[in-house]
Each structure stands twice: as structure tokens, then as C-alpha cells.
């Protein structure tokens, strides 16, 4: 897969990483995205629920068979080393399925969504660029709140435990300013998507 163009594409909570690879996608980029590929396994028949039914038992399967994610957010939030040992055990099976879908992939270049990628680091040797979606922290919570999911305390503890924002832009070669509205970004990133493909074309 080395061989490959690979953008990591990273951003803090509701910077709006998924909506940049969205738009990309629409353009002719490849997208593989570790949050779905967690979330797929752990949904019913997903790839890691043997191992979370061995390791944490019953009361963490949901009736149709997937995560009960509820139990387990709360669970991992009263039991931190439990967090660590989640991780532990999606992490390799993310990895593979990160490995299988990159060279499963036939567009032109692909772009490999990690919203901890600087956290992590250990995509960092796959990848050709960093590109970060950044917007002002007040637009960030006021995106990630607008869900219904969360809220603004929730945002700001998740965005405080996140790499801070100057860090995350100091690695970025290439920044989306995703402050303005839709119109702008889809701008943007066609502007981004000539350069991916003449970058991964070798004729840049
Ligand atoms: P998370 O880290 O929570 O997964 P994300 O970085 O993937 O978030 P998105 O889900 O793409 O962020 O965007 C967050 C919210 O903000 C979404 O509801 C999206 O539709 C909206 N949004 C993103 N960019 C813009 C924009 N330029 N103008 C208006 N709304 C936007």
C-alpha cells in the first residue's frame, strides 16, 4: 500500500473532517475513514465482538448482537484502564481493515481519515501528506452541539483532551480553513483534489 497516495486527513471534534471526505469522495477520491471502520466492527457480526464478549462480558452486547455502547461509554468513563483495554483491542483490528481497504482501493489517490492521527502517529509513516480541517474553536462547538448529541461541555472536555489546534497545524501540509460556509469548502477542496491528483500522477 506504500506505493499508493495516501492524504491523512485529520481536524478536531466537528472541524469537519467527514464533510471535507465527503466532498473529495464526490470528486473521485478514495475515502477510508477509521471511525466507520470502528464502527463497523463493533456493530452486529462486526469483526471485534467476539473478543469484546470474551473480554467484558454479556452486559456489554446489545439484543441485535453489536456494541452496547452506552454500557461501555459509561463504563470506560468510571474504569480508565478498561478505555485502554477497548483500544487494545480494536486497535490492530482497525489497522488490518485500515490495510485492506487501502489496497483494495483503485482511485487515483485516497484519503485516510484518523481524527487522532496526530495522537497516534503510527499512520504517520504510510502517509504522503497531513492535511488538517481547522476552523475557530467557538464554530467547532457550535458544529459538533448543532448534532443533538452532545453537549457544549461535553465538546469542550472531548476538544481539551484532543492535541491542541497549534500543534495539529504544525504538522499539516496542507490546512482546509473550513470557517466559511459549504460553498467555499467545496471550492477549496477542488482546488485540493487538481493538486492531489497531479501530486499522485508524479507530474506536479
Ligand atoms: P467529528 O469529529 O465530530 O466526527 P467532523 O470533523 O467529521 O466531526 P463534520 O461532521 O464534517 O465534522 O461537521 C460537523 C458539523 O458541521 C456537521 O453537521 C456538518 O454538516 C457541519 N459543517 C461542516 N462544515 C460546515 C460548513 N462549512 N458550514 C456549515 N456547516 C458545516
Given at each position: 500500500m506504500n506505493n499508493k497516495f495516501i492524504v491523512g486527513v485529520t481536524g478536531g471534534?466537528?472541524?469537519?473532517?467527514?464533510?471535507?471526505?465527503?466532498?473529495?469522495?464526490?470528486?473521485?477520491?478514495?475515502?477510508?475513514?477509521?471511525?466507520?471502520l470502528s464502527r463497523q466492527l463493533t456493530a452486529p457480526g462486526g469483526g471485534a465482538m467476539q473478543a469484546i464478549r470474551e473480554h467484558?462480558?454479556?452486559?456489554?452486547?446489545?439484543?441485535?448482537?453489536?456494541?452496547?455502547?452506552?454500557?461501555?461509554?459509561?463504563?470506560?468513563?468510571?474504569?480508565?484502564?478498561?478505555?485502554?483495554q477497548l483500544e487494545g483491542l480494536l486497535h490492530g483490528r482497525i489497522r488490518d481493515a485500515v490495510q485492506a481497504a487501502l489496497q483494495a482501493a483503485t482511485q487515483p489517490y485516497v484519503l485516510l481519515v484518523v481524527p487522532l492521527l496526530i495522537e497516534v502517529g503510527s499512520y504517520r509513516p504510510i502517509l504522503s501528506r497531513v492535511l488538517v480541517v481547522d476552523c475557530d474553536e467557538a464554530l467547532q462547538v457550535q458544529r459538533?452541539?448543532?448534532?443533538?448529541?452532545?453537549?457544549?461541555?461535553?465538546?469542550?472536555?472531548?476538544m481539551a483532551a484532543q492535541t491542541d489546534r497549534k500543534t495539529r497545524l504544525r504538522v499539516a501540509d496542507d490546512v482546509i480553513d473550513n470557517s466559511a460556509d459549504l460553498a467555499h469548502l467545496e471550492t477549496v477542496v477542488r482546488a485540493l483534489d487538481q493538486q492531489y491528483r497531479s501530486l499522485a500522477a508524479g507530474t506536479a
Open positions: 471534534i466537528g472541524a469537519g473532517k467527514s464533510t471535507v471526505a465527503g466532498i473529495f469522495a464526490r470528486l473521485g477520491a478514495g475515502v477510508v475513514d477509521t471511525d466507520a467484558f462480558g454479556a452486559a456489554f452486547i446489545g439484543e441485535d448482537g453489536g456494541l452496547n455502547r452506552s454500557a461501555m461509554r459509561e463504563y470506560v468513563f468510571n474504569h480508565p484502564p478498561a478505555r485502554k459538533a452541539t448543532a448534532r443533538g448529541q452532545l453537549t457544549v461541555d461535553s465538546v469542550k472536555a472531548i
